[in-house]
């Protein structure tokens, strides 16, 4: 039985996981803090944490029925993420292990968003492709071993989620911006507006976004108020439809590059239900399986973080004291 935390960005996370199964997965979202500045504002999110992070964790050890005495080891993300807010997780990590005397396991963020498809249901062992998307990282890796993955492709600017943060604030739809997109996009025309497909005829497996919300800014700049009012729904539904387009496409191009017989798709953006169907039809009618990650274990949760950490290796006392976060 592992106790994990997350405190890579806004999020504070505490989940108790046995193997595959999630036994709690506690989340604390900050959104409402940082919904007025339209983004994710570090020192916010770090003094957050130091109020959150105790309180998570006694409820993730509740929830699990269990107690810090029964854990077997303590997980916590060491990268990548904002240095502040992982500093309160790596921290606390090492105070209750310390003080429990109970082994560590630093994580890798990413490692983690790929490991959610570990847990249950149905879940998947490599080899597989993961299609990683969040609001810092989007990514192609190929897992053989549970422990690691090789980078395939990634963006070259924004993330998938980034473009859709940066989207929802020129549209006025508020923070965080993928999951308010994708409510608006519900009642409008994906074809309305033609925003680039970025990246379509380069065969690497690389991504941008970048140019996607300039040609959304333009298109912004030139409506009036009312205009804006009008097209907004369509607007939300073009956006949406070009982010997935290209994730979709690059995936499809992986496949095409590999002899990959399972896909599982994790971060934020993988809650996206256009991205989960368009996903869902490539993956039938190339017959291989699909994971679907569970929504809530999709965006940033402590549980992916036990799932990684069940084959990493284990850090004994004191040697987890010289343990530092890193950004990058
Ligand atoms: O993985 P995550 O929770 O945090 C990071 O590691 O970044 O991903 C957060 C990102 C945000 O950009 C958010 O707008 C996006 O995931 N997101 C979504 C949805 N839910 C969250 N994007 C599209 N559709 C969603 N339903
Ligand atoms: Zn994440």
Same mark, same amino acid.
């Given at each position: ?93 090492? &105070? ?23 847990? =249950?249901?149905? %879940?998947?062992? %490599? %080899? ?30 924004? +993330? ?7 989207? +929802? ?82 995936? &499809?191009?992986?496949?095409? &590059? ?5 896909? +599982? ?18 993956? =039938? ?44």
């Amino acid at each position: 039985m592992i106790l994990a935390l997350d405190t890579s960005c806004d999020d504070t996370c505490a989940a108790v996981t046995a193997g595959s199964t999630v036994l709690s997965n506690v989340i604390s979202s900050q959104a409402a803090a940082h919904e007025r500045y339209g983004g994710v504002v570090p020192e916010v999110a770090s003094r957050h944490h130091v109020e959150l992070i105790n309180p998570v964790v006694d409820a993730a050890l509740a929830e699990a029925d269990t107690t810090l005495d029964d854990v077997d080891a303590i997980a916590v993300t060491t990268r990548p993420g904002l240095i502040g807010a992982l500093l309160v997780g790596v921290s606390t990590a090492k &105070a209750l292990a310390a003080a429990a005397g109970k082994p560590l396991i630093p994580v890798d963020h990413l490692l983690g968003h790929v490991a959610a498809a570990y847990l =249950e249901p149905e %879940p998947l062992r %490599p %080899p597989f492709l993961a299609l990683i998307a969040s609001g810092g990282h989007t990514l192609l890796a190929g897992v053989e071993d549970r422990d690691r993955y090789e980078l395939l492709g990634q963006t070259l600017d924004d +993330a998938a989620g980034e473009a859709l943060d940066k989207a +929802a604030r020129l549209l006025g739809l508020g923070y965080p911006g993928g999951p308010a997109i994708q409510r608006c996009a519900a009642d409008g025309d994906p074809s309305a507006f033609d925003f680039p497909v970025a990246m379509s005829r380069d065969p690497r497996l690389d991504f941008s976004f970048s140019g996607l919300k300039t040609a959304l800014a333009y298109v912004v700049r030139d409506l009036s108020d009312q205009a804006l009012a009008a097209s907004r729904a369509d607007l939300a539904a073009s956006f949406q439809e070009a982010v997935v387009d290209q994730l979709v496409s690059k995936l &499809a191009r992986a496949l095409d &590059a590999g002899s990959w017989e399972a896909v +599982a798709l994790g971060g934020g953006v993988a809650a996206n239900t256009s991205l989960r169907a368009r996903a869902g039809r490539l993956c =039938e009618e190339r017959g291989v399986r699909l994971k679907l990650v569970e929504p809530e274990l999709c965006t940033d949760n402590a549980a992916m973080i036990g799932a990684a950490a069940e084959y990493l290796p284990v850090l004994p006392f004191p040697d987890y004291l010289e343990l530092d976060p890193i950004a990058r």
